[in-house]
């Protein structure tokens, strides 16, 4: 390599490290600019929300179901004996007495049988008189010698004969008798008849289903109830805290409320390993005849103590992996996560079992847009307390043990 390069490469490389100390006050001199000419980020400001005081008052708690009625009678009305139809006796859908008739059969065979066996009784009650005067002139010969041993045996013989001729002749006729009655289908119960299955002329038999018949006087609610529920009750009643009383109140789908009282009358003996539930029924007086078998029906339940209660609306409630939580108003309005239990439903309010105290405020509105420990901008509301149901629920008059006495009884009805 020559000389000249050497020089050359030598000068530039001077003049290079020579230009870094410009070079960099240069850029020193540039972000000092651009951070003074860009302002300083504002902090986000807090997330409005509404929220509302927990209400904290005296309470029934009550259980809520739904189920289905159903009657407490039904009967399939099918003929005992075959034959025409000849009249059908009731209007459909009518409403019917014990004993009134639906159905008439043919009766004509049956009164001809019934006819020829009265013949048959008065033929084996003459065979009898005749047997027995047979006998007693046998019994008066024999002292004479006049007949032998074996024919005063046979005439005696002939008497227990035709006396088992007569019985098995009236036990006919009665049979005969019983056939020509049940050619009139008549109404076992009170109730309310469905419409006529099989019309006047047709052939029936004993397996011919004619009409159904359910009693109205009352009827039967069915409901399921959960493990949890039903162990909850079952504890009730072995504590003791049970009366005379046993009641559960009904509310039909066109009702507001829980109008109609009954009462616990039974409890399955065993829970259903396919559901975890295990089935109840209340029965319910129906003496207007309005509850109708098949209705949806919805059911509450007594369930415990009237104690303090804390309930708040269901929009306040969150989940996370399966767990109910709300969001608590702390100081300085910092949100904290408070996991809770829930109860029942009342009056558009949900029991809290426990997690929440009397004094703690939660969030109502806008739950979605905060997380535990955001600070935020409350908005205090009213929860939405519906004072007048609560009231009523509170001043129920009913003791708070109905429904532990009403587990506890039809826990032993069933056993028995």
């Known amino acids: 390599m020559s000389i000249a390069k050497i020089e050359a490469r030598t000068f530039t490389r001077r003049a290079l490290l020579s230009a870094l100390p410009v070079l960099a006050a240069i850029a020193a001199a540039a ?19 509404t929220v509302a005081p927990v209400i904290h008052r005296p309470l029934h708690e009550w259980q809520e179901f739904t189920g289905r009625l159903q009657a407490v009678n039904t009967v399939e009305v ?48 003459s065979d009898l008189d005749l047997a027995r005067a047979n006998q007693a002139r ?22 227990s004969s035709a006396r088992g001729q007569l019985d098995a002749t009236t036990a006919a006729l009665e049979s005969a008798r019983l056939n020509r009655e049940f050619t009139e289908v008549r109404a076992p119960l009170d109730g309310r ?14 397996q011919s289903l004619l009409t159904t018949l359910v009693s109205d006087d009352a009827v039967h609610a069915y409901f399921d109830a959960d493990e949890r529920t039903y162990l909850r009750y079952a504890q009730l ?19 507001t ?8 009358d039974f409890v399955d003996n065993q829970v259903d390993p396919t559901t975890g539930t295990i089935r109840a029924r209340a029965v319910f007086a129906n003496p207007d005849g309005r509850y109708t078998p098949g209705l949806f029906a919805r059911i509450r339940l007594v369930g415990g103590e009237n104690r303090d209660t804390v309930l708040i609306e269901d929009r306040a409630v969150g989940t996370d992996l399966g767990r109910k939580f709300v969001l608590v108003l702390g100081p300085d309005n910092r949100l904290a996560s408070r996991f809770i239990e829930l109860g029942p439903q009342i009056d558009g309010l949900r029991v809290v079992r426990e997690g929440l ?15 535990p420990g955001d600070v935020v901008a409350p908005t205090r509301v009213a929860m939405n307390e519906q004072a007048a ?19 506890e009884g039809a826990t032993l009805r069933s056993q028995r």
Do not use: C, W
């Open 138 to 159: 046998a019994e008066r010969l024999i002292v004479a010698n006049a007949i032998s041993r074996e024919e005063y045996d046979r005439l005696g013989a002939g008497v």
């Open 31 to 49: 972000t000092i600019h651009q951070s003074q000419a860009q302002p300083e980020t504002a902090a986000p400001a807090p997330t409005e929300v």
């Open 193 to 206: 008849v469905s419409r006529a299955l099989i019309t006047a002329g047709n052939l029936v038999t004993s």
């Open 78 to 125: 099918r003929p005992r004996v075959a034959g025409y139809v000849d009249r059908v006796a009731f209007p459909d859908g009518a409403r019917v007495k014990k004993g009134q008739l639906l159905f008439v059969i043919d009766p004509r065979p049956f009164q001809a049988e019934t006819d020829r066996l009265k013949g048959e009784l008065a033929r084996a009650e």
């Open 257 to 264: 409320g829980y109008p109609h009282e009954g009462r616990l």
């Open 357 to 371: 105290g009397a004094d703690d405020v939660v969030v109502v509105n806008g739950l979605q847009h905060v997380k």
């Open 237 to 255: 009643a072995r504590s003791g805290e049970g009366d005379a009383a046993r009641g559960v109140f009904m509310g039909l789908v066109d009702e």
């Open 389 to 407: 149901g609560l009231r009523q629920v509170a001043s129920v008059s009913p003791s708070t043990r109905i429904a532990a006495s009403s587990v």
